[in-house]
């Protein structure tokens, strides 16, 4: 499984950015899809997850309310739609499959990572 993602930038405080996620190589419709993030100095963290359906959506508290996790399958894609930005948004987001969710950063698929940057 390969993981392609886009759609980073700058942005302002209060704006939005929708990244995607191309996946390739097995079915991708069996895959939990999540969204990390990782800051400089800090740890990845969970921003988002959801199953292979799209019927169920999983939310770190820092986000929820602003940001919308959801998937075409397909178009063997998965997107994070982020409204509402924040510097403290500010990080390298990766995107993740497994066949089970969790929100540990123990996936088995990692994408390369897109910068978002939120300037205040």
């Known amino acids: 499984v390969q993981l392609q993602a886009s759609g980073g930038g700058l942005v302002q405080t209060g704006g939005s950015l929708r990244l995607s996620c191309l996946v390739s190589g097995r079915t991708f419709s069996g895959y939990v899809m999540g969204w990390f993030r990782q800051a400089p100095g800090k740890e990845r963290e969970f921003v988002a997850a959801i199953n292979w359906s799209g019927v169920s959506t999983y939310y770190a508290d820092s986000v929820k309310g602003r940001f919308t996790i959801f998937r075409d399958n397909a178009k063997r894609t998965v997107y994070l739609q982020m409204n509402s930005l924040k510097p403290e948004d500010t990080a390298v987001y990766y995107c993740?499959?497994?066949?089970?969710?969790?929100?540990?950063?123990?996936?088995?698929?990692w994408g390369q990572g897109t910068q978002v940057t939120v300037s205040s």
């Open positions: 993740a499959a497994d066949l089970n969710l969790g929100t540990r950063p123990e996936y088995d698929y």
